[in-house]
């Protein structure tokens, strides 16, 4: 059974930084595509950065591109999201997901496996 743990999450100053961890557990991730979402209460999922497990190409919303780098270490099975410069609006609960195939995808509803997410609060 896969497993997703995220860390890292906290309270953090307007332009502070943070970086959430995803460690994976029961199964390998090879070919698959990797993302981080986030949710604020009463709002849908968005999508906040995707990777590919194999090869590292990357994607971001708009929102966020420039200031967060999303990254993996195939070693330790785990992603990253390194989050620079926070603002306020950043602030939600963020999760990690996996699909099980290697299709690209910003659609939270597309990823089969989920982390029980980590909270961010920026403040002002």
């Known amino acids: 059974q896969v497993q997703l743990v995220e860390s890292g999450g906290g309270l953090v100053q307007a332009g502070g930084s943070l970086r959430l961890s995803c460690a994976a557990s029961?199964?390998?991730?090879?070919?698959?595509?990797m993302g981080w979402f986030r949710q604020v209460p009463g709002k849908e999922r968005e999508f906040v950065a995707l990777?590919?497990?194999?090869?590292?190409?990357?994607d971001y919303a708009d929102s966020v591109k420039g200031r967060f780098t999303i990254s993996r270490d195939n070693a330790k099975n785990t992603m990253y999201l390194q989050m620079y410069s926070l603002k306020p609006e950043d602030t939600a609960v963020y999760y990690c997901?996996?699909?099980?195939?290697?299709?690209?995808?910003?659609?939270?509803?597309?990823?089969?496996?989920w982390g029980q997410g980590t909270q961010v609060t920026v403040s002002s």
């Open positions: 997901a996996a699909r099980r195939n290697r299709d690209w995808s910003r659609q939270w509803v597309d990823y089969d496996y």
């Open positions: 029961g199964r390998t991730f090879s070919n698959n595509a």
């Open positions: 990777i590919m497990w194999s090869g590292g190409n990357t």
